[in-house]
């Protein structure tokens, strides 16, 4: 019950600020995130393939995107407020980040939508 609130009052905390910004944040697909700048704050959904733990609590997920495979950065706090698992529908706010030579998502606090 406590997770569920706290995912509820996270993600209605970043819905707030996202429009605040006055910025849309438009869910793109596995082949248009290969083409976009670093550091493009992308909403990006899926279904949850894969999830491996790295050091520090962080996490990565493979996501089908429909149109392709996206690797998602999960830090720390995203992490253990999200807790994403295999088969389950993930969408997250990140930034384009280039790692060996392939674009990914980080995703530093979370939003989560089903």
């Known amino acids: 019950m406590e997770k ?26 596995a082949r248009e995130l290969q083409s976009t ?8 959904k899926g279904e949850v393939m894969q999830v491996k733990a790295v050091s520090g609590g962080a996490e990565v997920v493979i996501l089908d995107a429909g149109d392709g495979t996206v690797t998602v950065f999960l830090s720390r706090e995203a992490a253990s407020t999200l807790a994403p698992s295999p088969g389950e529908s993930l969408e997250v ?7 060996r030579g392939r674009k990914e998502v980080r995703v530093d606090s979370s939003v989560r939508a089903r």
């Open 4 to 29: 569920t609130i706290s995912i509820v009052c996270i993600t209605l905390g970043a819905v707030l600020l996202w429009m605040s910004s006055g910025t849309s944040h438009q869910v793109i697909g």
């Open 37 to 44: 700048d670093d550091g493009t704050l992308v909403r990006i």
């Open 93 to 99: 706010v990140g930034r384009v980040e280039e790692y």
